[in-house]
T-cell receptor, first 113, second 113 residues
Framework: KAGVTQTPRYLIKTRGQQVTLSCSPI?????VSWYQQTPGQGLQFLFE???????NKGNFPGRFSGRQFSNSRSEMNVSTLELGDSALYLC????????????FGPGTRLTVT | DAKTTQPTSMDCAEGRAANLPCNHS???????VYWYRQIHSQGPQYIIH???NNETNEMASLIITEDRKSSTLILPHATLRDTAVYYC??????????????FGQGTILTVHP
């Protein structure tokens, strides 16, 4: 069974731009969670989606948003990029709602210049 | 979510058992203990989880004390590929932990030849 895939793997953007990251969960998994990893803050939860609905959200500004499609694929968007948004963005999928046995993708490395 | 405390770093000789401790004294009755690891530049990898009984799978064993205030992850025969950051996470029980994994700083395990 294929794992979680994320695209693109690397991205360079300029301050003020917006970016969309994509995540395809493991087949059959219906929940997708997003995390941000930085050297200073570590791994932080962004949000979780299940059945196309956001079920939980971390402490991030409204510039961070996401959505989930009927096939469980998910996207996250960051608008008006700031230098501090440079991070590894990780997507994880789990079988059901509020699942904590999560399977992570390789991440998207975003650099904001 | 209950807070966890782990040693910052540990060393282990290749072929020996690696025993990684975790304290979670404020764990509540319906919360589980999860272990993940992150090998450099990769997404975190689920290892094992448990509620109160000891658990074993092909990767590791999890020993939870009777009072559930601490646990130990055991890698029975550590290899160089087990060098990683290991995270102990308490989650579950519903409420605001819906699908959210709260990562601490983890334990950097270094396996030496």
């Amino acid at each position: 069974k294929a794992g979680v895939t994320q695209t693109p793997r690397y991205l360079i953007k300029t301050r003020g731009q917006q970016v969309t990251l994509s995540c395809s969960p493991i087949s059959g998994h219906r929940s997708v969670s997003w995390y941000q990893q930085t050297p200073g803050q570590g791994l932080q939860f962004l949000f979780e989606y299940f059945s196309e609905t956001q079920r939980n959200k971390g402490n991030f500004p409204g510039r961070f948003s996401g959505r989930q499609f009927s096939n469980s694929r998910s996207e996250m968007n960051v608008s008006t990029l700031e230098l501090g948004d440079s991070a590894l963005y990780l997507c994880a999928s789990s079988l059901g709602l509020a699942g904590h046995e999560q399977y992570f993708g390789p991440g998207t490395r975003l650099t904001v210049t | 979510d209950a807070k966890t405390t782990q040693p910052t770093s540990m060393d282990c000789a290749e072929g020996r058992a690696a025993n990684l401790p975790c304290n979670h004294s404020t764990i509540s009755g319906n919360e589980y203990v999860y272990w993940y690891r992150q090998i450099h530049s990769q997404g975190p990898q689920y290892i094992i989880h448990g509620l109160k009984n000891n658990e074993t799978n092909e990767m590791a064993s999890l020993i939870i004390t009777e009072d559930r205030k601490s646990s130990t992850l055991i890698l029975p025969h550590a290899t160089l590929r087990d060098t990683a950051v290991y995270y102990c996470i308490v989650a579950g029980g519903g409420g605001t932990s819906y699908g959210k994994l709260t990562f601490g700083q983890g334990t950097i395990l270094t396996v030496h030849p």
